[in-house]
Nanobody, 121 residues
Framework: QVQLVESGGGLVQAGGSLRLSCAAFGDIFSINAMGWYRQAPGKQRELVAIITSGGVANYADSVKGRFTISRDNAKNTVYLQMNSLKPEDTAVYYC???????????????WGQGTQVTVSS
């Protein structure tokens, strides 16, 4: 079993900052890419940022220069530092991990439960 647990969402005023965390627990052999996605009401889930095991990061154009993704491989944890937040950043944020389990070295993609980020104008 594998579980991703997110924390750090909340309500913030436009221009403010939040830091999201997501830790992976369980039967984990190794983790490849980890990422953050978001889904606003009435919209499809979209990629926000992704980071490889080697630390190479990519971002959606809408968050470049404002958000920073990082990870601590020793803790199986990924972070999303969000600065200069805008009302359009309001969404449920989900973390995602592409990992290999110790159980028969099965590869799979796992999701967190989501954390709400609300940015007021």
């Amino acid at each position: 079993q594998v579980q991703l647990v997110e924390s750090g969402g909340g309500l913030v005023q436009a221009g403010g900052s939040l830091r999201l965390s997501c830790a992976a627990f369980g039967d984990i052999f190794s983790i490849n890419a980890m990422g953050w996605y978001r889904q606003a009401p009435g919209k499809q889930r979209e990629l926000v940022a992704i980071i490889t095991s080697g630390g190479v990061a990519n971002y959606a154009d809408s968050v470049k220069g404002r958000f920073t993704i990082s990870r601590d491989n020793a803790k199986n944890t990924v972070y999303l530092q969000m600065n200069s937040l805008k009302p359009e950043d309001t969404a449920v944020y989900y973390c995602n991990a592409d990992l290999i389990r110790r159980w028969f070295k099965v590869q799979g993609v796992y999701w967190g439960q989501g954390t709400q980020v609300t940015v007021s104008s």
